[in-house]
């Protein structure tokens, strides 16, 4: 049976938000929120352009996906994300209940998992999805601007 | 010799700002920023009002802040809030870069000591500051809380 609605299907969405961050100078990484295979969210680093360190695409998904709801539980939601949530993002899925959490690319240094950031009991994560297209985006972003300095 | 300016007094500016969530049935937690003996950011945690949980009080005072500043590092900035931070927000405070963190109260439950939140290497942060104010102020909201349900 073909699944046109698969975690693939909804990375490559997050991964065309980390390519929108790439082409505005922002460290490249995107989200979305899907409920019901319905994007409800969509948002990628705006960290340099809003001078905020908490404008992380989680973060800005986070609070569209609430809007749209109309509630602050993300119940039922799935957030995909091409890099593995920081201990700020992962704190913030906490409070929001989450169901599922996929992410693309391990961050092994500031991600949540080595620094052990406790996630909701009701979410599950899991990661590896389009891992490679994720850090290689990542890679070229940060190549490029040694380059430029 | 008089310090007019000490770590009470701008920790009573957070506690009135606890109290405006108070009075708007939001969590009553406050906080301020400052800088050279100047505030620069004030906020309570809106929660309820936003519908978004990531609207602590102290993710919006670093947002304002950086705001304030023109730039997104809070280096040489004291964050005075009435209650321990939680994991998003000392990793918001983490990203920020800030000099100091000043807490009321601890959260042995959900806050980021006993949660083992990394914090930056440059800041310094430790509590106590008021603490009982800050959670009677919270004690007395659960009471309500709990009364009106």
């Keep these: ?12 969405r997050a991964l065309q938000e980390a390519e929108a961050a ?8 995107g989200a979305v929120i899907v ?16 001078n905020d360190v908490t404008a992380h695409a989680e973060m800005q998904a986070i609070t569209a ?33 989450i169901s599922r959490i996929v992410y693309g690319a391990r961050d092994e240094q500031r991600g949540c998992i080595n620094l052990s950031t406790k996630l909701h009991p009701k979410t ?16 070229r972003f940060f190549i490029e601007k040694r380059n430029l300095n």
């Design 1 to 12: 049976m073909i699944k046109p609605y698969d975690d693939t299907y909804f990375m490559k």
């Design 22 to 29: 790439y082409k505005n100078g922002e460290m490249p990484i």
């Design 35 to 50: 409920i019901n295979n319905q994007i409800i969210a969509r948002s990628h680093n705006l960290t340099e352009t809003l």
């Design 65 to 97: 996906a609430a809007n749209y709801l109309g509630g602050k539980y993300l119940i039922d939601c799935t957030l995909y994300v091409t890099i593995e949530p920081c201990q700020m993002c992962a704190g913030a899925l906490y409070w929001s209940q």
């Design 124 to 139: 599950k994560m899991f990661g590896g999805v389009m891992a490679e297209d994720a850090s290689q985006l990542l890679k």
